[in-house]
C-alpha cells in the first residue's frame, strides 16, 4: 500500500512538473516573439511641420566649438534603436564638447574622467555585464595638453546626470556644474542612475532656471549670454532634467546637442524609439522622451542645416575640430 501511494505521488509530480515545463516553454516563446517585435523598425508618425524661422543670433566673431573624445563604449546598433541591428556595430562616443565664448567657455558634458575605472565598479553588476568600454584621453588633460587657460572655463552643462556625462566632474574642482532644478533634484534621489554624480562629495552643482520665451518649437529656453550663441531648452524624459544645448556659430553652423533624447541620429531622422528594454532600464518617463523626439524630428525636417549630436553619436562630432 504505501509503495502504491509513493507511486501515485510520483506520478502526480510528474505530471506537475510536465506542466511546469510547458508553462515555462510558452512564457520562452512569448517573450523571445515580444522581443522580436521590440527590435522590429516601428517609426513614430511624422510630426505636422513647423512654421519657424530660425532665431536671430549674434555670436561673436571669437566664438569657437572642439570636440574633446575621451572614450567609447561598445554597442550595436539594435541596442540604440528599434530597427538597428545587431551585426551593425556601433562605438558610443564618451565625449565633452568645449565652447569657447568670450564671456566664458562652457563643457557640455564631461565624457570619461580619470576615475572612470573605479566609476564604473560602482554600476550594478547587471549593467556591467553588458557593457564594454574603452578609455581615451580625459577632458582635463585634453586641455591641458593645449595649455588651455582654466581660469576661462565658467561651467560644465550637463545635458543630463548619467554615469558617462558627470564621469570627469572631480577632474574640475573649482568649476560650478550647471543642472536644472529637475536634475538636481534627481542627483540627490536614490536613483542608481544618478548615483555616481551624487557620490562627488565637492561637486558645486549650480541649479539654472528657464526665464526666456519660446524657442524653436520648446516652450522656454535660457539664453545663456544673451545674444543668442548658446540656448538650453528643457527636454525631461531620459532623466527628469534632461537638457538641449543649441549652439550657434558666427559661421552659420547650428549644432543641437540632445545629450541621450537618442542615443543614434537614427532615432530623430527615422522617428525610432530605444527598444522596450532599453527604454525600461534608461528613461524615466518614455512619454516625455517621445514627444520630444518627435520635437525634434520635425525641426531637424524643417532646417535639414542643424547639425544633430546625440551625445553618444560620433557622426554628431565629426565636423567638429579637436583642440
Known sequence: MKMAAIEEAWRIARGYVKKIHIVLAVLLVVG??????????????????????????????????????????????????RGGSFSDKRDFAMSAALVKHPRGDLL???????????????????????????????AVEQLAAANYDRSQLRAIVLTHAHWDHVSGIPDFPNTPVWVTAEEHRFIAGGDWRSGIARSFEHAHYEPYSFEDGPYLG????????????IVIVP???????????????VSGAHYAFVGDLVWQREGITQREERPWWSRLSADADAAEVRANLLRMSALAASFPELI????????????????
Open 32 to 81: 523571445f516573439a515580444l522581443l522580436l517585435v521590440s527590435l522590429r523598425a516601428s517609426p513614430l508618425p511624422p510630426p505636422a511641420p513647423l512654421k519657424l524661422t530660425w532665431p536671430r543670433a549674434a555670436p561673436p566673431a571669437e566664438m569657437a566649438l572642439f570636440h574633446l573624445p575621451a572614450g567609447l563604449v561598445h554597442r550595436t546598433a539594435a541596442f540604440a534603436y
Open 108 to 138: 557640455i558634458d564631461t565624457g570619461f574622467g580619470r576615475d572612470i575605472d573605479q566609476q564604473f565598479q560602482r554600476m550594478p553588476f547587471w549593467f556591467r555585464a553588458i557593457t564594454d568600454y574603452t578609455k581615451a584621453t580625459p
Open 218 to 229: 520648446f516652450t522656454k529656453s535660457h539664453d545663456v549670454y544673451d545674444d543668442g550663441s
Open 235 to 249: 527636454a525631461a524624459g531620459h532623466t527628469p532634467g534632461s537638457v538641449i544645448v543649441f549652439v550657434n556659430l
Open 308 to 323: 544633430l549630436v546625440p551625445a553618444h553619436d560620433q557622426r554628431g562630432f565629426a565636423a567638429m575640430p579637436s583642440l
